[in-house]
């Protein structure tokens, strides 16, 4: 059944009925308690009360109820053109549109619960994404997109000040000036809503890796706020 | 600045802790994780409906490898809608102008259009992109126009213009361009009409290329009151801006503003007591000027 990743703990989801709410065992002392955790906000757009509810969804559509398909589109699509908006803006709608296509080949295939179904989609939206810079005969930059100085002076400001921005804007703001291998992970994490140990699958690195590359990641955005961009 | 922890990190990726719970430059990114985590739009979920006709197409085995195919085509809807748009709108004039579907057919796709203006429409369907579609549209719209007609294959322009029409083909076929050729060939070979045809000629055994020379022969167009000059420009360009502009992606902004307005587009006809069609299209795509090489008229047709 449905298994969440937090902290690099698993829990597992003993009462399917349980309204997800993952419990937070960091050592943040701030930390409200009940705060939403990303991951129910992911399910509760999606009507998902719980992860083992979406798990049964995602078995639906593997037989072909396409009810269940439309569900897990509707669920599943805001993200993934998120995190292709934050690979290749210009291509990501053409890319998901492949990305999908991909999935429902392989859906009467597919085997696992809504977190594999998860890390799946994204992995294969990573590979179209590698595979359309590959078409264009690019290499993957050092760089991702455009450092902070480079954004659109509103959105730079605007980030710097605190102040709401398009979701398209704060994606790009969230990777601007990273490494690609560092933005990717925090698309991943972020925007994917997946654990350190499912990214570090995707990417093929191991889990220790992956948790280096998104600190420093975390550690070059806090430097560029504190320094004001 | 302070060493950040691994479990902050942690609880700042996953989203478990307000922003409050962090240092302030910590709590700017924070946000920024927050809303590049705002709820769905209505663009970001809309076009589930082509992920269920993949799933469908790929449970039949339909679906290309390269994953590029129609399915594909169909995700992207925007601009194939745009272009299929376009087809529909300037259908019979720029189909016509090919070359390749027969005068005749004009006088058809004006009966589609003044007996029932909807069955235009269907000629959708069978497009995947512009450039088959300049032949499968006016096809399908004829068929449906002279199947009404044809019941009992009588004389007069819609007997007439299909055996125009399938001399045309049989014999201009190579003259036409790319993926239309053979496209325009097969498609339009095995339309109704010609099957309508090809039956009527059985009946009187003989092969339609011997009915229709006959045919033609006995009806030829200098002897009858119509003139039939040859205006065919055939340089429809009917896909040229057919992409439209806008948000093109089937991944959720197919229905954005501004794609596939098909303004002044369509198929005017008017068919008068002589027999003379003539054909008025013109495709306007968003604010784009029309189409070029559309042109405004067709040669008239004669009854016989």
Same mark, same amino acid.
């Given at each position: 059944?449905?298994?969440?990743?937090? %902290?690099?703990?698993?829990?597992?989801?003993?009462?399917?009925?349980?309204?997800?709410?993952?419990?937070?065992?960091?050592?943040?002392?701030?930390?409200?308690?009940?705060?939403?955790?990303?991951?129910?906000?992911?399910?509760?757009?999606?009507?998902?009360?719980?992860?083992?509810?979406?798990?049964?969804?995602?078995?639906?559509?593997?037989?072909?109820?396409?009810?269940?398909?439309?569900?897990?589109?509707?669920?599943?699509?805001?993200?993934?053109?998120?995190?292709?908006?934050?690979?290749?803006?210009?291509?990501?709608?053409?890319?998901?549109?492949?990305?999908?296509?991909?999935?429902?080949?392989?859906?009467?295939?597919?085997?696992?619960?809504? @977190?594999?179904?998860?890390?799946?989609?994204?992995?294969?939206?990573?590979?179209?994404?590698?595979?359309?810079?590959?078409?264009? %005969?690019? @290499?993957?930059?050092?760089?991702?997109?455009?450092?902070?100085?480079?954004?659109?002076?509103?959105?730079?400001?605007?980030?710097?000040?605190?102040?709401?921005?398009?979701?398209?804007?704060?994606?790009?703001?969230?990777?601007?000036?990273?490494?690609?291998?560092?933005?990717?992970?925090?698309?991943?994490?972020?925007?994917?809503?997946?654990?350190?140990?499912?990214?570090?699958?995707?990417?093929?690195?191991?889990?220790?890796?992956?948790?280096?590359?998104?600190?420093?990641?975390?550690?070059?955005?806090?430097?560029?706020?504190?320094? %004001?961009? | 600045?302070?060493?950040?922890?691994?479990?902050?990190?942690?609880?700042?990726?996953?989203?478990?802790?307000?922003?409050?719970?962090?240092?302030?430059?910590?709590?700017?990114?924070?946000?920024?994780?927050?809303?590049?985590?705002?709820?769905?739009?209505?663009?970001?979920?809309?076009?589930?409906?082509?992920?269920?006709?993949?799933?469908?197409?790929?449970?039949?085995?339909?679906?290309?490898?390269?994953?590029?195919?129609?399915?594909?085509?169909?995700?992207?809807?925007?601009?194939?809608?745009?272009?299929?748009?376009?087809?529909?709108?300037?259908?019979?004039?720029?189909?016509?102008?090919?070359?390749?579907?027969?005068?005749?057919?004009?006088?058809?796709?004006?009966?589609?259009?003044?007996?029932?203006?909807?069955?235009?429409?269907?000629?959708?369907?069978?497009?995947?992109?512009?450039?088959?579609?300049?032949?499968?549209?006016?096809?399908?719209?004829?068929?449906?126009?002279?199947?009404?007609?044809?019941?009992?294959?009588?004389?007069?322009?819609?007997?007439?213009?299909?055996?125009?029409?399938?001399?045309?083909?049989?014999?201009?076929?190579?003259?036409?361009?790319?993926?239309?050729?053979?496209?325009?060939?097969?498609?339009?070979?095995?339309?109704?009409?010609?099957?309508?045809?090809?039956?009527?000629?059985?009946?009187?055994?003989?092969?339609?290329?011997?009915?229709?020379?006959?045919?033609?022969?006995?009806?030829?167009?200098?002897?009858?009151?119509?003139?039939?000059?040859?205006?065919?420009?055939?340089?429809?360009?009917?896909?040229?801006?057919?992409?439209?502009?806008?948000?093109?992606?089937?991944?959720?902004?197919?229905?954005?503003?501004?794609?596939?307005?098909?303004?002044?587009?369509?198929?005017?006809?008017?068919?008068?007591?002589?027999?003379?069609?003539?054909?008025?299209?013109?495709?306007?795509?968003?604010?784009?000027?029309?189409?070029?090489?559309?042109?405004?008229?067709?040669?008239?047709?004669?009854?016989?």
């Amino acid at each position: 059944m449905g298994r969440i990743m937090a %902290g690099g703990e698993p829990f597992s989801l003993d009462d399917e009925r349980q309204v997800v709410r993952v419990r937070f065992r960091a050592e943040t002392p701030n930390a409200a308690p009940g705060a939403p955790d990303r991951v129910a906000t992911h399910l509760e757009q999606g009507r998902y009360e719980s992860s083992a509810e979406l798990t049964r969804t995602v078995e639906r559509a593997c037989k072909g109820d396409e009810d269940a398909i439309t569900d897990l589109y509707r669920l599943f699509n805001p993200a993934l053109l998120r995190f292709l908006k934050g690979r290749i803006p210009s291509a990501a709608e053409d890319l998901a549109a492949e990305v999908w296509v991909s999935v429902a080949k392989g859906l009467a295939t597919f085997q696992g619960d809504d @977190r594999d179904f998860r890390a799946w989609l994204f992995a294969t939206a990573r590979r179209r994404s590698i595979d359309h810079l590959r078409r264009l %005969g690019r @290499r993957p930059r050092l760089k991702h997109v455009e450092s902070m100085e480079e954004l659109d002076p509103f959105v730079a400001e605007s980030a710097q000040m605190g102040m709401q921005l398009e979701v398209d804007e704060a994606v790009r703001a969230l990777i601007s000036g990273l490494t690609s291998e560092q933005a990717e992970v925090l698309l991943l994490r972020v925007v994917a809503g997946l654990s350190a140990e499912e990214v570090s699958h995707i990417v093929g690195k191991p889990e220790g890796t992956v948790r280096v590359i998104q600190h420093r990641a975390i550690k070059r955005l806090a430097e560029k706020f504190q320094h %004001g961009m | 600045m302070d060493p950040i922890s691994q479990e902050i990190i942690e609880a700042l990726l996953s989203g478990k802790a307000p922003a409050g719970a962090f240092p302030e430059e910590l709590a700017k990114v924070k946000s920024l994780i927050d809303r590049a985590n705002a709820p769905a739009s209505y663009t970001e979920t809309t076009g589930a409906h082509h992920v269920v006709q993949a799933f469908r197409a790929a449970q039949g085995g339909a679906i290309p490898t390269g994953g590029r195919g129609k399915v594909l085509s169909k995700l992207l809807t925007a601009k194939a809608a745009a272009a299929a748009a376009a087809i529909a709108l300037t259908g019979g004039a720029a189909a016509a102008l090919t070359g390749v579907v027969p005068v005749s057919f004009h006088s058809n796709a004006h009966g589609a259009l003044t007996s029932n203006a909807a069955q235009t429409n269907d000629s959708v369907t069978s497009t995947t992109d512009s450039t088959t579609s300049t032949t499968a549209a006016p096809d399908s719209t004829a068929t449906t126009a002279f199947a009404g007609e044809s019941q009992g294959m009588a004389s007069g322009a819609n007997l007439f213009g299909e055996c125009t029409a399938y001399m045309a083909i049989t014999r201009g076929s190579t003259t036409t361009t790319g993926v239309g050729s053979s496209t325009t060939l097969t498609g339009a070979l095995a339309s109704t009409n010609f099957q309508n045809l090809a039956k009527l000629a059985a009946s009187q055994n003989t092969s339609v290329t011997s009915f229709c020379t006959t045919y033609l022969g006995a009806h030829k167009p200098g002897s009858q009151s119509a003139n039939s000059s040859a205006n065919a420009n055939a340089n429809a360009d009917t896909h040229a801006n057919a992409g439209g502009s806008g948000n093109a992606g089937g991944s959720g902004n197919a229905g954005g503003s501004g794609n596939a307005k098909g303004g002044n587009g369509g198929t005017h006809g008017s068919l008068s007591a002589q027999g003379t069609v003539s054909v008025s299209g013109g495709a306007t795509v968003g604010s784009k000027p029309p189409v070029t090489g559309v042109p405004t008229s067709v040669p008239p047709v004669s009854v016989p």
